[in-house]
T-cell receptor, first 112, second 114 residues
Framework: GENVEQHPSTLSVQEGDSAVIKCTYS??????FPWYKQELGKGPQLIID?????GEKKDQRIAVTLNKTAKHFSLHITETQPEDSAVYFC???????????FGQGTELSVKP | GAGVSQTPSNKVTEKGKYVELRCDPI?????LYWYRQSLGQGPEFLIY????????DSGLPNDRFFAVRPEGSVSTLKIQRTERGDSAVYLC????????????FGQGTRLTVV
């Protein structure tokens, strides 16, 4: 079946600390795993993605890791800033097709 | 265009009415998606177009929902006999080729059925 589980649902950190959000997926054929940031009243914005042929990808303060065997992938944000506060969604492509299955979202709050 | 554009940004309609939601994808993107997002939830897939054809419409909840993309660019999501449960944010996204490529979202249309 098609399912992506995401946790935690809410996460509060102090400015400068790291934040980690974890996802698991059920479709073993999934090959593409994007992460989106959504601010209030806006559409989701792609922040980083990873494909199944790599285990880790980094872009400045953001990194994503993928464990295909365990069907886990995680988002890591270092040196968090108040502007990182938003809802973050993980997703996986289903059956190697075009559609994405999204997690339930994590509301990240970075306190100054 | 610079990004995915959706119109209108807000739509209030009465129960039982017909509505159309429009999506202008990024120029040159062959793949277009419609998602629906309820409050506090992740986007839920509705339909995926590759060019003019619907490659996957498995997410459309029932036959009141229909979408078209006649020229492979602009798409319209049509909802007949709207119900209060249809109230949500309808998101459109496009990607260059579809499979395993980055999908860029519009700002969404907030539909409220009263």
């Amino acid at each position: 079946g098609e399912n992506v589980e995401q946790h935690p649902s809410t996460l509060s950190v102090q400015e400068g600390d790291s934040a980690v959000i974890k996802c698991t997926y059920s479709d073993s054929a999934s090959n593409y795993f994007p992460w989106y940031k959504q601010e209030l009243g806006k559409g989701p914005q792609l922040i980083i993605d990873i494909r199944s042929n790599v285990g880790e990808k980094k872009d400045q303060r953001i990194a994503v890791t993928l464990n295909k065997t365990a069907k886990h992938f995680s988002l890591h944000i270092t040196e968090t800033q108040p502007e990182d506060s938003a809802v973050y969604f993980c997703a996986g492509d289903y059956n190697q097709g075009g559609k994405l299955i999204f997690g339930q979202g994590t509301e990240l709050s970075v306190k100054p | 265009g610079a990004g995915v554009s959706q119109t209108p940004s807000n739509k209030v309609t009465e129960k039982g009415k017909y509505v159309e939601l429009r999506c202008d994808p990024i120029s040159g993107h062959t793949a277009l998606y419609w998602y629906r997002q309820s409050l506090g939830q992740g986007p839920e897939f509705l339909i995926y177009f590759q060019g003019t054809g619907a490659a996957d419409d498995s997410g459309l909840p029932n036959d009141r929902f229909f979408a078209v993309r006649p020229e492979g660019s602009v798409s319209t999501l049509k909802i007949q006999r709207t119900e209060r449960g249809d109230s949500a944010v309808y998101l459109c996204a496009s990607s260059l080729t579809g499979r395993n490529t980055e999908a860029f979202f519009g700002q969404g249309t907030r539909l409220t059925v009263v």
